[in-house]
């Protein structure tokens, strides 16, 4: 659809629609601009001298959602203190803080962009964006500077800025990661001091070193060691006493062992100036646990950020309209059952309730999935956060808040995590065993020692204690998953809770879902047949004409058939039936076949017509027919439906190679599904499914033993994503598909997918080797200890080799060609 | 030998200096942000008074 001479907006890099001349004048230079928004911005950077933003940005803008007068006038709502309690810290100071989350951050550039604008009003103490939350924490002095105005001057370069209320469970992982970066800290710390005195130890004695100096050192080594135990050893300990008193052998029971008592015995050798002392390994074990910890706690709060608040689906205000006609804006929280609401066009419904006047479509692709939007009329029913798409509407609201259809589906979607189906980590299971045969082990040699040199026994056990700390062991298998899905966020696919990887690894079966997942979700034009009464470009450059400015998926489809058209005048549109506008003189219609008929001149469809339209039917059974008239008859008919992901095939063909049973559960009627299914290559598929249909089929074939992986992109998909043992959503797909799943596909490229089971399973294949690798260390290791060989350098030697070989083997699993970082959507 | 007596308190002074920085560092939430700082450096405020090849034809070198 490119033209040669295509211009392109400077800001947005969107292509300018002909005829149209916006510029702004940047550094001498009338670059062009493609719409009084991208204008705005443009003109606000360079009014504030912030035109490096131009020359450090590495994505294109987004175009910036103009916000109407409406909507800034509501920004000042923000500033009521009612409001300002749920978000604003110190509301009723003078110097208050607040959280807020911006929209349309394409790149770094942008938040350098936006920190100096802000940064630059007078009254703003401080505006800090975190790059990869896209999170901003704004402080400010409240009687120079009101927080609507902060608001305003972000809209005014072209992002938007949502007040956030960080959840308490996000104020709680914040914590829980501040601590444990502290721990993680002072044992490293202590570790190198500790190792580099120990190395000391190692030699020193054979060169003639003085005794006090040994006392010295050794006396440093106990000092340097406590608070590493104490302090970064906390967790162990706390977690291997809670563990024993409800009878279980955890992990941690071991280790807390391990240090207790090696930290114990080797404090007695500094104490009693004789024996060994083992303090390098003692650090040496707390700073690896630490690790490996901290590395699964990481991974477990990622799925937090992943997807950004969802209150977002529901509109902060409203427009109420009072018993004597007048209208008042006020935010959803005030909003009670039995208001009036008027909505305009484009705007989301702010609650449940009911049309009272008006005659609109409501784009309600949040629940169902469906991009077409459904015609409303008085007397039918509204959902709140689907968006009202044609023209104003007159509502009254019947639920609110927790009663309202998406807060249920929201408190269902929680349920049903909670009683996920998951599978057993391979680490986790016979470690209780591990532990006896450690402990035995250990108990064993110091009783055999005890009958032939009594001195010699405790030092054994602590020996064979020091060797049993799994250290590598702990440290295989977060390792391991950091390395993969590091490696797969680059690639595009976000994996937001721990247990995916092992999960896809082990699936037999995938589910897709069609609309949106397989498909583009998205409208696009498939066909055009003209009658033969004006040239096909002709027909096409008429229907982009009579569209222009619609906000009507169908409407956007046909706006791309052309990029010249003529100036469409006096246009009208009809709900549910068409539009009409004056080009070039003559009247045109757009739309359903009895609409376009209704033309005063022309003649009617007539039985070519018919045919061809049958024919249409039959190519694209799932496509919506629309009908383009004007003086000279019916001039043409085009066929829009939803297309076919490009990528869609081949996922599909490799999946299938890789082993996996494909299926194809969609709520799609039978024809489009089996179609879909034709092209695939999918012999297993079903269609006209209800959601509840759906999660019973998964469920059947759970019954069987399948491990079943789900895509999908609806909220009509989300509850059957948490029943299945992994989910992955599209990025394209709702919000809440998103947030209920366990992996993201951000590209939207499904043959990522298969390149990401393939990485599932190569982790577990290397977590499998680390694992063996690990154990080896310790079965080789025990013996040895056992037999009273073990020194003190040794088993440091041996814990950091065998430690570093299973990071050096789980990085593998960073390598491979993961196509240059690709922007998600 | 017995410099060690001095030297090895000094190195643990160092050490919990370091400790209590890096301590410091976590609680300002410094560690909130891993990629920020990277390209902040970048896109640091030069000082306007220095000359810069910063034209309309670098820019259509870049875009076009």
């Not at chain 1, 689907?386 to 639920?399: D, F």
């Not at chain 1, 879909?676 to 209800?690: C, E, F, K, P, V």
């Not at chain 1, 789900?710 to 509850?719: K, L, Q, R, S, Y």
């Given at each position: 659809m490119?033209?040669?001479?295509?211009?392109?907006?400077?800001?947005?890099?969107?292509?300018?629609?002909?005829g149209?001349d916006?510029?702004?004048?940047?550094?001498?230079?009338?670059?062009?601009?493609c719409?009084?928004?991208?204008?705005?911005?443009a003109?606000?950077?360079?009014?504030a001298?912030?035109?490096d933003?131009?020359?450090?940005?590495?994505?294109?803008?987004q175009?910036?959602?103009?916000?109407?007068?409406?909507?800034?006038?509501?920004?000042?709502?923000?500033?009521r203190?009612?409001l300002?309690?749920?978000?604003?810290?110190?509301?009723?100071d003078?110097?208050?803080?607040a959280?807020l989350?911006?929209?349309?951050?394409?790149c770094?550039a942008?938040?350098?962009?936006?920190?100096?604008?802000?940064?630059?009003?007078p009254?703003v103490?401080?505006?800090?964006?975190?790059y990869?939350?896209?999170?901003?924490?704004?402080?400010w002095?409240d009687r120079?500077?009101k927080?609507?105005?902060?608001?305003?001057?972000i809209?005014?370069?072209?992002?938007?800025?949502?007040?956030?209320?960080?959840?308490?469970?996000?104020?709680?992982?914040?914590?829980?990661?501040?601590?444990a970066?502290?721990?993680?800290?002072?044992?490293?710390l202590?570790?190198m001091?500790?190792?580099?005195?120990?190395v000391?130890?190692?030699?020193?004695?054979?060169?003639?070193?003085?005794?006090?100096?040994?006392q010295f050192i050794?006396?440093?080594?106990?000092?340097?060691?406590?608070?590493?135990?104490?302090?970064?050893?906390?967790?162990f300990?706390?977690n291997a006493w809670?563990?024993?008193?409800?009878?279980?052998?955890?992990?941690?029971?071991?280790?807390?062992?391990a240090v207790?008592?090696t930290?114990a015995?080797s404090?007695?050798?500094?104490?009693t100036?004789?024996?060994?002392?083992?303090?390098?390994?003692?650090?040496?074990f707390?700073?690896?646990l630490l690790?490996?910890?901290?590395?699964?706690?990481?991974?477990?709060q990622r799925?937090?950020?992943?997807?950004?608040?969802l209150?977002?689906?529901?509109?902060g205000?409203?427009?109420r309209?009072?018993?004597?006609?007048t209208?008042e804006?006020v935010?959803?929280?005030?909003?009670?059952?039995?208001?009036?609401?008027r909505?305009?066009?484009g705007?989301?419904v702010p609650?449940?309730g009911?049309v009272?006047?008006?005659?609109?479509?409501v784009d309600e692709?949040?629940?169902?999935?469906?991009s077409?939007?459904?015609s409303?009329?008085?007397?039918?029913?509204?959902?709140?956060?689907t968006?009202?798409v044609?023209s104003?509407?007159l509502?009254?609201?019947?639920?609110?808040?927790?009663?309202?259809?998406?807060?249920?589906?929201?408190?269902?979607?929680?349920?049903?995590?909670?009683?996920?189906?998951?599978?057993a980590?391979?680490?986790?299971?016979?470690t209780?065993?591990?532990?006896?045969?450690i402990?035995l082990?250990a108990?064993?040699?110091?009783?055999?020692?005890?009958?032939?040199?009594?001195?010699?026994?405790?030092?054994?056990?602590?020996?064979?204690?020091?060797v049993?700390?799994?250290c590598?062991?702990a440290?295989?298998?977060?390792?391991a998953?950091?390395?993969?899905?590091?490696?797969?966020?680059?690639?595009?696919?976000l994996?937001?809770?721990?247990?995916?990887?092992?999960?896809?690894?082990?699936?037999?079966?995938i589910?897709?879902?069609?609309t949106?997942?397989?498909?583009?979700?998205r409208i696009?034009v498939h066909?055009?047949?003209?009658?033969?009464?004006l040239?096909?470009?002709?027909?096409?450059a008429?229907?982009?004409?009579?569209?222009?400015?619609s906000e009507?998926?169908?409407?956007?489809?046909?706006?791309?058939l052309?990029?010249?058209?003529?100036?469409?005048?006096?246009?009208?549109?009809?709900?549910?039936?068409?539009?009409?506008?004056?080009?070039?003189?003559?009247?045109?219609?757009?739309?359903?076949?009895?609409?376009?008929?209704?033309?005063?001149?022309?003649?009617?469809?007539?039985?070519a017509l018919?045919?061809?339209?049958?024919?249409?039917?039959?190519?694209?059974?799932d496509?919506?027919?629309?009908y383009?008239?004007?003086?000279?008859?019916l001039?043409?008919?085009?066929?829009?439906?939803?297309?076919?992901r490009?990528?869609?095939?081949?996922a599909?063909?490799a999946?299938?190679?890789?082993?996996?049973?494909i299926?194809?559960?969609?709520g799609?009627?039978?024809?489009?599904?089996?179609?879909?299914a034709?092209?695939?290559?999918?012999?297993?598929?079903?269609?006209?499914?209800?959601p509840?249909q759906?999660l019973?089929a998964?469920?059947?074939?759970?019954?069987?033993?399948?491990?079943v992986?789900?895509?999908?992109?609806?909220?009509?998909?989300?509850?059957?994503?948490?029943?299945?043992?992994?989910?992955?959503?599209?990025?394209?797909g709702?919000?809440l598909?998103?947030?209920s799943?366990?992996m993201?596909?951000?590209t939207?490229?499904?043959?990522?997918?298969a390149?990401a089971?393939?990485?599932?399973?190569?982790?577990l294949r290397?977590?499998?080797?680390n694992l063996v690798?690990?154990?080896?260390?310790?079965v080789?290791?025990l013996?040895?200890?056992?037999?009273?060989w073990l020194?003190?350098w040794?088993?440091?030697?041996?814990?950091?080799?065998?430690?570093?070989l299973?990071?050096?083997?789980?990085?593998?699993?960073?390598?491979g060609?993961a196509?240059?970082?690709?922007?998600?959507r | 030998m017995?410099?060690l007596?001095?030297l090895?308190?000094?190195s643990?002074?160092?050490?919990v200096?370091?400790?209590?920085?890096?301590?410091?560092?976590?609680?300002?939430?410094?560690?909130?942000?891993?990629?920020?700082?990277a390209?902040?450096?970048?896109?640091?405020?030069?000082d306007?008074?220095?000359?810069?090849?910063?034209?309309?034809d670098?820019?259509?070198?870049?875009?076009?």
């Amino acid at each position: 659809m490119s033209h040669a001479s295509e211009v392109r907006c400077y800001h947005c890099t969107l292509p300018v629609p002909p005829g149209l001349d916006f510029s702004v004048e940047i550094e001498g230079v009338a670059e062009p601009m493609c719409c009084a928004g991208c204008r705005a911005v443009a003109q606000a950077i360079v009014d504030a001298g912030l035109i490096d933003y131009y020359r450090y940005r590495t994505e294109p803008s987004q175009n910036p959602e103009q916000l109407v007068p409406q909507a800034l006038r509501e920004l000042e709502l923000y500033d009521r203190p009612e409001l300002q309690r749920s978000f604003v810290q110190g509301a009723g100071d003078e110097v208050r803080e607040a959280s807020l989350i911006l929209e349309g951050i394409t790149c770094a550039a942008c938040v350098w962009l936006s920190e100096r604008h802000v940064k630059a009003l007078p009254g703003v103490l401080d505006f800090s964006v975190n790059y990869s939350t896209h999170r901003a924490r704004v402080r400010w002095d409240d009687r120079r500077l009101k927080l609507s105005e902060i608001l305003r001057a972000i809209a005014a370069i072209g992002y938007i800025a949502h007040p956030f209320d960080p959840d308490r469970q996000e104020q709680v992982q914040k914590r829980e990661r501040s601590l444990a970066l502290r721990r993680l800290a002072v044992a490293g710390l202590g570790m190198m001091q500790v190792m580099m005195l120990a190395v000391a130890l190692y030699v020193g004695p054979e060169q003639g070193m003085e005794p006090h100096i040994v006392q010295f050192i050794r006396w440093v080594s106990l000092l340097i060691t406590l608070p590493v135990v104490f302090y970064s050893g906390a967790s162990f300990f706390a977690n291997a006493w809670r563990d024993l008193r409800h009878r279980r052998l955890g992990m941690d029971v071991p280790v807390a062992l391990a240090v207790g008592s090696t930290f114990a015995a080797s404090a007695w050798a500094t104490v009693t100036q004789g024996g060994e002392v083992y303090f390098e390994s003692v650090t040496m074990f707390v700073f690896f646990l630490l690790t490996s910890r901290f590395l699964e706690m990481n991974a477990r709060q990622r799925a937090g950020q992943a997807v950004e608040a969802l209150g977002k689906l529901l509109p902060g205000f409203a427009t109420r309209v009072r018993a004597d006609g007048t209208e008042e804006t006020v935010s959803v929280a005030d909003l009670a059952p039995g208001d009036r609401l008027r909505i305009a066009p484009g705007a989301p419904v702010p609650a449940d309730g009911v049309v009272l006047e008006g005659r609109s479509s409501v784009d309600e692709s949040l629940m169902s999935g469906e991009s077409l939007p459904r015609s409303r009329c008085a007397g039918d029913a509204l959902v709140g956060g689907t968006v009202n798409v044609e023209s104003p509407l007159l509502m009254r609201v019947e639920h609110v808040g927790q009663d309202t259809v998406l807060s249920g589906i929201q408190r269902l979607l929680e349920r049903a995590q909670a009683e996920k189906p998951a599978l057993a980590r391979m680490t986790e299971r016979g470690t209780g065993w591990f532990v006896l045969l450690i402990l035995l082990v250990a108990g064993l040699a110091a009783g055999y020692w005890w009958t032939v040199d009594p001195g010699k026994a405790f030092w054994v056990a602590v020996a064979v204690l020091v060797v049993s700390c799994p250290c590598a062991l702990a440290l295989a298998t977060p390792v391991a998953l950091t390395a993969a899905t590091g490696f797969l966020t680059r690639l595009g696919v976000l994996v937001t809770r721990g247990h995916a990887l092992e999960t896809l690894a082990r699936a037999t079966h995938i589910v897709f879902d069609k609309t949106g997942t397989l498909t583009e979700g998205r409208i696009g034009v498939h066909e055009v047949w003209s009658t033969g009464r004006l040239p096909d470009a002709r027909c096409k450059a008429l229907a982009a004409a009579l569209e222009t400015g619609s906000e009507h998926p169908v409407g956007k489809a046909l706006r791309g058939l052309a990029q010249v058209h003529p100036p469409a005048e006096a246009q009208r549109s009809f709900p549910g039936r068409g539009i009409e506008a004056r080009l070039d003189g003559s009247l045109y219609r757009i739309g359903t076949v009895d609409f376009v008929a209704e033309l005063p001149e022309g003649p009617g469809p007539g039985a070519a017509l018919q045919r061809q339209a049958e024919g249409l039917r039959r190519r694209w059974p799932d496509a919506g027919l629309v009908y383009l008239g004007g003086p000279q008859g019916l001039l043409a008919v085009f066929a829009l439906g939803d297309e076919l992901r490009p990528g869609a095939a081949a996922a599909v063909a490799a999946l299938r190679g890789m082993g996996l049973e494909i299926l194809l559960l969609s709520g799609d009627a039978p024809e489009p599904v089996a179609r879909t299914a034709a092209q695939l290559g999918i012999t297993r598929y079903q269609a006209s499914m209800l959601p509840a249909q759906k999660l019973a089929a998964i469920e059947a074939l759970q019954q069987n033993g399948a491990v079943v992986a789900m895509v999908g992109d609806g909220i009509n998909d989300a509850p059957v994503l948490s029943r299945a043992q992994v989910s992955i959503a599209m990025a394209g797909g709702t919000e809440l598909a998103q947030a209920s799943a366990d992996m993201i596909l951000h590209t939207d490229r499904l043959e990522q997918l298969a390149v990401a089971t393939e990485r599932a399973r190569s982790t577990l294949r290397i977590i499998g080797q680390n694992l063996v690798w690990a154990l080896g260390y310790n079965v080789v290791a025990l013996p040895v200890a056992a037999a009273g060989w073990l020194s003190p350098w040794l088993a440091a030697l041996g814990m950091s080799l065998s430690s570093l070989l299973v990071v050096l083997n789980s990085l593998r699993l960073t390598l491979g060609n993961a196509p240059g970082p690709r922007r998600p959507r | 030998m017995d410099i060690l007596f001095l030297l090895i308190p000094l190195s643990l002074l160092v050490m919990v200096v370091a400790a209590g920085a890096f301590l410091w560092a976590v609680k300002s939430g410094q560690f909130e942000d891993m990629e920020g700082p990277a390209h902040r450096i970048l896109m640091d405020e030069d000082d306007p008074r220095i000359p810069h090849k910063r034209t309309a034809d670098r820019l259509k070198e870049e875009d076009r």
